[in-house]
């Protein structure tokens, strides 16, 4: 886990976006897929591992249909408590723009294996190896995907595909459009100021 780069790229006298987290949850791990409208408008995938979320910035958002691979690009590991965010960060200051929460839940790797450290451990290797196959269980995203590192794209380009399940759907997904947490979309949370993380009380809704 490295959470320097995140720090690095942001000043927390300006914005009110999380510094650090750690899990609670012993027995699973946790996605997040946030809905951000900075300079442009794309979705950020997190996945709880090693501490941290892994993050890939999505331009087209996730998509339920198995014909359809969505370039993500992998970003900066971001701290456990953003899986919460949602708000506005400052206008000039990095990612500055409006977040929701588009979707949470846990997930798995889709090879069975008990126990949180010892899934996590799998799904380490499979990051370094660059294909994660994982299963959703979220409000809006279920099933298998897999994450698959691209070869001969830029350093940090991957693919995010749905696999053929009961789940996949050439719907698209993204109509839904609304923050699990404040059912608030991306133009209500913008002009909101009564929903905003901060770093003593944790969200307020
Ligand atoms: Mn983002």
């Not at 609670?24 to 501490?51: I, P």
């Not at 960060?89 to 949470?104: A, F, K, L, N, R």
């Not at 053929?164 to 997904?173: C, L, M």
Request: hydrophobic share 35%.
């Amino acid at each position: 886990m490295n959470l320097q780069p995140y720090i690095e790229k942001r000043d927390f006298t300006k914005t009110t976006e999380p510094v650090a987290g750690t899990s609670t949850n012993k027995n699973n791990l946790v996605f997040v897929v946030q809905k951000h409208a900075a300079s442009h408008l794309h979705y950020d995938f997190r996945l709880e591992m090693d501490g941290v979320l892994k993050s890939w910035a999505i331009p087209k958002g996730p998509s339920t249909d198995p014909k359809a691979k969505h370039l993500a690009m992998m970003v900066e590991d971001h701290p456990f408590d953003y899986r919460n965010f949602e708000g506005n960060i400052p206008h000039g200051e990095y990612g500055g723009g409006t977040v929701i929460v588009w979707d949470q839940g846990t997930y798995e790797p889709i090879e069975p294996i008990e126990g949180k450290t010892a899934r996590e451990k799998a799904l380490l290797k499979q990051l370094s190896t660059g294909s994660i196959k994982i299963k959703l269980h979220g409000q809006k995203l279920n099933g298998e995907f897999a994450l698959v590192k691209t070869h001969g794209m830029g350093e940090n380009d991957w693919l995010l595909i749905k696999h053929n399940d009961q789940f996949a759907s050439a719907n698209d997904i993204t109509l839904q459009d609304r923050s699990v947490i404040s059912h608030k979309n991306l133009e209500e949370m913008a002009i909101s100021a009564d929903n905003v993380w901060n770093h003593d009380s944790k969200l307020h809704v």
